[in-house]
């Protein structure tokens, strides 16, 4: 038979004293004081009760993690689990309400969080600032899974900026929600791991989300002495990632170097290609690789001036190659109204526009920087959901 140990605290007597009821430890971390959000019982130790918070992938693998332990009824971690996302205009949902009803779990659309009772809440990739008065109603607040070693890339877009920058050591952070800001609560768990050379947001989103969901049960099978034992999070070292948007994918010829707009692509290429302009098209570039060296002796390529910008079709290897700030890059298809291959863009555009203009500089027939207008009010950011908080 199980017993379930639970400390119940009365009411507090007038004008405090003995018997007053104790600030649950995470409050008092958190320095907002009060008593227990919901007045009644604090748990001491699991099983659980658990309101989950998220919407991607990336938190899919940690709803995942939390509902293979509620069924797991040898260790009793999660009695209870049920699930808050957002509204998609998707049929089908966002992947963590995919698995929500797939998985006969309890699902609430934002701003609804139902009205049962919790332990504690969750937060991966959620995309929403909650309220003091939420994180209140949970006597052991909120846990946010957050994949970046914090203070390092605060915000909604980590892995993307992970990638962008070139970031050789990353992670994942285990850490508690704090009112009225983003990501600055303090560190119950923090676990760093190498970026795999090339990969892409993608890849690693796959990679931080199973060592989040892990480090996730962990700090749950220990809840009271995690939060005891939280830390602040340093001051020094804080850097942000805010979402990306369109005018991200625009490629700056002139000022980008090779390795910069590789790593542009790795980081945000499979939701938003990255767009250059041609001859007042805009045209996006589906598949972008690295220049052979050997390709890089061709005379095209070394015996003319040339600059950023502009285009060769190279037929041996059937990419066109682009030149940027400090040297090439190769595109293997674009998109301009469909998508076509370097071969079928150099047949049908650029060798025609090259025999109508025989006498025109070659230069006049380069990419150029896509400059987009100014972010309009109520326009949509785009930003990899796994990446929100």
């Not at 797939?102 to 701003?111: A, F, H, I, K």
């Not at 070139?166 to 303090?186: A, L």
């Not at 090339?198 to 690693?204: C, D, F, P």
């Not at 990419?319 to 469909?338: E, F, P, T």
Request: proline fraction near 8%; charge should be positive.
């Amino acid at each position: 038979m199980r017993v379930l140990v639970r400390r119940c605290w009365g009411p507090r007597p007038v004008g405090g004293g003995a018997g007053r009821r104790p600030i649950p430890q995470w409050r008092a971390l958190a320095g907002l004081g009060g008593e227990d959000g919901r007045g009644t019982c604090v748990r001491e130790k699991p099983p659980w009760r658990v309101l989950f918070f998220g919407t991607d992938q990336f938190s899919r693998e940690a709803l995942r993690a939390l509902h293979a332990a509620r069924d797991n009824k040898e260790e009793e971690l999660i009695e209870k689990l049920e699930v808050v996302t957002v509204p998609s205009p998707s049929p089908k949902g966002l992947p963590v309400k995919q698995y929500a009803v797939q998985s006969q779990l309890p699902v609430y659309e934002w701003p609804d969080v139902g009205s049962g009772e919790y332990d504690v809440g969750v937060v991966a990739s959620f995309g929403r600032l909650l309220s003091e008065a939420l994180i209140l109603k949970f006597p052991y607040g909120i846990l946010n899974v957050h994949p970046s070693c914090l203070p390092r890339w605060r915000g909604p877009a980590p892995i993307i900026h992970t990638v962008l920058q070139g970031d050789t050591i990353t992670g994942v952070t285990i850490m508690q929600i704090r009112p009225k800001r983003f990501d600055v609560g303090p560190i119950l768990k923090q676990e760093t791991i190498p970026v795999p050379p090339k990969s892409t947001a993608k890849e690693l989103e796959v990679v931080l989300s199973r060592l989040g969901a892990n480090m996730l049960i962990s700090v749950l099978k220990n809840l009271p002495e995690s939060l005891k034992n939280g830390r602040q999070q340093p001051t020094e070292g804080v850097t942000h990632a805010p979402k990306i948007s369109a005018r991200t994918s625009c490629i700056k010829w002139e000022e980008q170097t090779s390795e910069e707009i590789f790593r542009l692509h790795r980081a945000i290429g499979s939701i938003i290609p990255l767009q250059t302009l041609w001859m007042d098209n805009t045209i996006k570039l589906l598949d972008l690789v690295e220049v052979n060296r050997s390709v890089l002796t061709d005379p095209k390529l070394t015996g003319q001036a040339v600059i950023p910008g502009s285009i060769i079709y190279h037929k041996q290897s059937q990419k066109l190659l682009v030149c940027c700030k400090d040297g090439w890059i190769g595109v293997r298809s674009v998109m301009l109204k469909k998508t076509l291959t370097a071969a079928d863009f150099y047949n049908g555009y650029l060798h025609p526009w090259h025999k109508k203009n025989s006498q025109a500089h070659p230069s006049q027939c380069r990419f150029q920087t896509l400059r987009l207008p100014a972010k309009k009010r109520g326009e949509k950011i785009v930003a990899m959901q796994q990446c929100t908080k």
